[in-house]
């Protein structure tokens, strides 16, 4: 059970404004989730705490195909991101490794910034404990489910490589 | 129910008898590609699982072009770790500066990418090689590490719009311009998820490079690929370049699309974007006049030999205005020298442009062309997000070759058909009246 509080942010947010190029050459998770965010919320990484949830508007992560952008966000503390619809690298890249995202264009709209939220992965109940309201997101295929609870997908192919 | 050219292309790859739009499955690939950001992510998660061989030595490439020659130290790092893993597991295609290009002109052009092929690239332009009639997909560093290690790869079978181009391209107007106005038709998330398969009569219109540029942005619509058929001048190109047998692939007459744009070339303008989304686009006529104090020519979108003769043919006997920096990046040496061979060098010398070794950098606000608060450039790249090309209120007008080498002669925004024919006939730009 997930439970924090939400930074919002609009439609299309872009890998460039969740990590900009000039930090890709610092690869480690603690250096690039210093910057992260700052080029359209300059407070967030000194206001966000772990366990805080991103919420998004629709094709958030777009753009390129850095895994330095779920990284960052993962790194500075976000529990995971809620948002209409994920850019299809992005989405992929957060199931890879491992960090929760939830695709919800309903818990999107009505979901305020600074409201607190409770998200239960296992079923994709969103909870809005500020406004009351609840949402359902759609749970991840068995597929993409495997890859998850083995931690992710390189782990997910080791051990059925070794099974072999 | 019919296949797509993409789903049948997947189907083949997975060993299934067919696919449909939504099914998850398991295919081959025939290539693996990473760059010098991403690469060294992905190698940090190979060796973190345990991996201790790659599939196949000779199916993974890594090319190191964006923050090369190293910049700085922490990027001479990174091409450091690649280097490295391509020593520890024999992989020969590693294309470092000397050799390297920008991947995307550079793959293709080396014939390690061809019809048919199936390709994950941890890198979101990946998906340019759709015009060469192959799948090929931008993944992260996992999604690389996960290909090198198992030759294989977990898909979900996207659905497809196609794009059925007709009519042929007037002056001035390029494969840049149908990408742009596309993306402007339909949004940035226009083809989430979806293929964009482009058919019609108005392909064989469209030369190599103009194919190239198309494909290449579809990611720009949020496309998972963006593919073309293969004709007499996909063959052409691949002949003497590409190895292994090409396998044409076709869609079903019953193909299943989830909707139909069409696309008359005769009827587009010089088309431009302007910050801070690619679907914010303007035909050229509508926003000239904005003042700019850079222009990037190059990129994995249009850094190739058709690029640059479009740019030179705008430059020659003319010269880049006064407080405009204009930056020519040829895409691979090849292109390089051939736009030597050609005069096109002499050409950007003689008008005033830095002409640089082949690399991603100013594209993504690496480095060789990064702005300061305030400035605006037109550059022919693919991104024209806030900070994209360097401080958070610099500005980034997408366009093709021609308007960015028109708007350089400028020192603004501008239609190159107002700079058309003799300089003479320049109009307003001659005498050096400016006209922003």
């Given at each position: 059970?997930?439970?924090?509080?939400?930074?919002?942010?609009?439609?299309?947010?872009?890998?460039?404004?969740?990590?900009?190029?000039?930090?890709l050459?610092?690869?480690?998770?603690?250096?690039?989730?210093?910057?992260?965010?700052?080029?359209?919320?300059?407070?967030?990484?000194?206001?966000?705490?772990?366990?805080?949830?991103?919420?998004g508007?629709?094709?958030?992560?777009c753009g390129?195909?850095r895994?330095h952008?779920?990284?960052?966000?993962?790194?500075?503390?976000?529990?995971?991101v809620?948002a209409?619809?994920?850019?299809?690298?992005?989405?992929?890249?957060?199931?890879?490794?491992?960090?929760?995202?939830?695709?919800?264009p309903?818990?999107?709209?009505?979901?305020?910034?600074?409201?607190?939220?409770?998200?239960?992965?296992?079923?994709g109940?969103?909870?809005?404990?500020?406004s009351?309201?609840?949402?359902?997101a759609a749970?991840p295929?068995?597929?993409?489910?495997?890859?998850?609870e083995?931690?992710?997908l390189?782990p997910?192919?080791?051990?059925?490589?070794?099974a072999k | 129910?019919?296949?797509?050219?993409?789903?049948?292309?997947?189907?083949?790859?997975?060993?299934?008898?067919?696919?449909?739009?939504?099914?998850?499955?398991e295919?081959?690939l025939?290539?693996v590609?990473?760059?010098?950001?991403t690469?060294?992510v992905?190698?940090?998660v190979?060796?973190?699982?345990?991996f201790?061989?790659?599939f196949d030595?000779e199916?993974?490439v890594?090319?190191?072009?964006?923050?090369?020659p190293?910049?700085?130290?922490?990027?001479?790092?990174?091409c450091?770790?690649?280097?490295?893993?391509?020593?520890r597991y024999?992989?020969?295609?590693?294309?470092?500066?000397?050799?390297?290009?920008?991947e995307?002109?550079?793959?293709?052009?080396?014939?390690?990418?061809?019809?048919?092929?199936?390709?994950?690239?941890?890198?979101?332009?990946?998906?340019?090689?759709?015009?060469?009639?192959?799948?090929?997909?931008g993944?992260?560093?996992?999604?690389?590490?996960?290909?090198?290690?198992?030759?294989?790869?977990?898909?979900?079978?996207?659905?497809a719009?196609?794009?059925?181009?007709t009519g042929?391209?007037?002056?001035?107007?390029?494969?840049?311009?149908?990408?742009?106005?596309?993306?402007?038709?339909?949004?940035?998330?226009?083809?989430?998820?979806?293929?964009?398969?482009?058919t019609?009569?108005?392909?064989?219109?469209?030369?190599?490079?103009?194919?190239?540029?198309?494909?290449?942005m579809?990611?720009?619509?949020?496309?998972?690929?963006?593919?073309?058929p293969?004709?007499?001048q996909?063959?052409?190109?691949?002949?003497d370049r590409?190895?292994?047998?090409?396998?044409?692939?076709?869609?079903d007459?019953?193909?299943?699309y989830?909707?139909t744009?069409e696309i008359?070339?005769?009827?587009?303008?010089?088309t431009?974007?302007?910050?801070h989304?690619?679907?914010?686009?303007?035909?050229?006529?509508?926003?000239?006049?904005?003042?700019?104090?850079?222009?990037?020519?190059?990129s994995?979108?249009?850094g190739?030999?058709?690029d640059?003769?479009?740019?030179?043919?705008?430059?020659?006997?003319?010269h880049?205005?006064?407080?405009v920096?204009?930056?020519?990046?040829?895409?691979?040496?090849?292109v390089?020298?051939?736009?030597?061979?050609?005069?096109?060098?002499?050409?950007?010398?003689?008008a005033?442009?830095?002409v640089?070794?082949?690399?991603?950098?100013?594209?993504?606000?690496g480095?060789?062309g990064?702005?300061?608060?305030g400035?605006?450039?037109?550059?022919?790249?693919?991104?024209?997000?806030?900070?994209?090309?360097?401080?958070?209120?610099?500005?980034?007008?997408?366009?093709?070759?021609?308007?960015?080498a028109?708007?350089?002669?400028?020192?603004?925004l501008?239609?190159?058909?107002e700079?058309?024919?003799?300089?003479?006939?320049?109009?307003?730009?001659?005498?050096?009246?400016n006209?922003?």
């Open positions: 059970m997930l439970n924090g509080t939400v930074f919002k942010f609009g439609d299309n947010v872009d890998t460039d404004v969740i990590i900009p190029a000039r930090y050459n610092a690869p480690s998770p603690e250096e690039l989730a210093q910057h992260c965010m700052e080029d359209i919320d300059s407070s967030f990484v000194r206001r966000v705490q772990p366990g805080d949830i991103m919420v508007g629709w094709n958030f992560g390129s195909s895994e952008a779920p990284i960052a966000i993962q790194a500075s503390g976000v529990s995971c809620i209409a619809s994920f850019a299809r690298i992005f989405y992929r890249n957060a199931i890879n490794i491992g960090f929760p995202i939830l695709e919800s309903e818990a999107s709209e009505r979901i305020a910034a600074g409201d607190r939220v409770r998200v239960d992965l296992n079923t109940l969103i909870t809005d404990e500020t009351g309201e609840t949402f359902q749970a295929p068995a597929f993409i489910g495997k890859i998850i083995s931690g992710g390189l997910y192919l080791k051990a059925r490589q070794d | 129910m019919g296949m797509t050219m993409t789903q049948k292309i997947l189907a083949d790859h997975a060993g299934l008898p067919s696919v449909r739009a939504g099914d998850l499955i295919a081959k025939d290539l590609l990473g760059n010098d950001v690469t060294p992905a190698v940090g190979f060796d973190k699982a345990g201790t061989r790659v030595p199916k993974i890594i090319v190191l072009d964006h923050y090369t190293c910049k700085d130290i922490k990027s001479a790092e990174l450091a770790t690649a280097r490295d893993f391509a020593k024999h992989i020969s295609h590693l294309y470092d500066t000397g050799a390297a290009g920008i995307h002109a550079l793959l293709p052009e080396q014939g390690l990418v061809g019809p048919g092929d199936l390709v994950i690239g941890a890198d979101s332009h990946t998906c340019t090689y759709g015009a060469l009639g192959a799948f090929s997909t993944v992260g560093s996992t999604d690389m590490a996960a290909g090198m290690a198992a030759g294989e790869n977990w898909f979900k079978v996207p659905a719009i196609r794009v059925e181009l042929t391209l007037p002056p001035y107007v390029s494969g840049k311009d149908v990408v742009l106005h596309l993306i402007g038709q339909i949004g940035v998330d226009g083809a989430l998820y979806q293929s964009l398969e482009f019609g009569p108005g392909v064989a219109a469209l030369g190599m490079d103009d194919r190239f540029t198309v494909a290449n579809a990611i720009e619509a949020g496309a998972k690929n963006g593919i073309f293969v004709d007499e996909t063959l052409a190109y691949v002949k590409f190895p292994r047998p090409v396998k044409v692939y076709e869609a007459a019953d193909a299943e989830t909707r744009v008359d070339l005769s009827a587009l303008r010089p431009v974007s302007l910050p989304l690619p679907s914010n686009t303007k035909t050229v006529d509508q926003v000239k006049g904005l003042p700019i104090q850079q222009v990037v020519i190059g994995c979108t249009n190739r030999i058709s640059l003769r479009a740019a030179a043919a705008i430059l020659k006997g003319r880049v205005a006064p407080g920096r204009c930056i020519v990046i040829p895409a691979t040496q090849a390089w020298l051939q736009a030597l061979e050609e005069g096109l060098m002499q050409t950007f010398i003689e005033g442009c830095a640089s070794t082949p690399t991603c950098g100013p594209c993504l606000g480095h060789m990064v702005m300061s608060a400035e605006r450039a037109v550059a022919t790249t693919n991104r024209n997000f806030v900070g994209r090309m360097g401080h958070v209120r610099s500005e980034v007008i997408l366009a093709n070759p021609a308007v960015a028109a708007s350089a002669v400028a020192g603004c501008a239609d190159p058909a700079l058309d024919g003799a300089v003479e006939d320049a109009g307003p730009y001659k005498e050096g009246l006209p922003c």
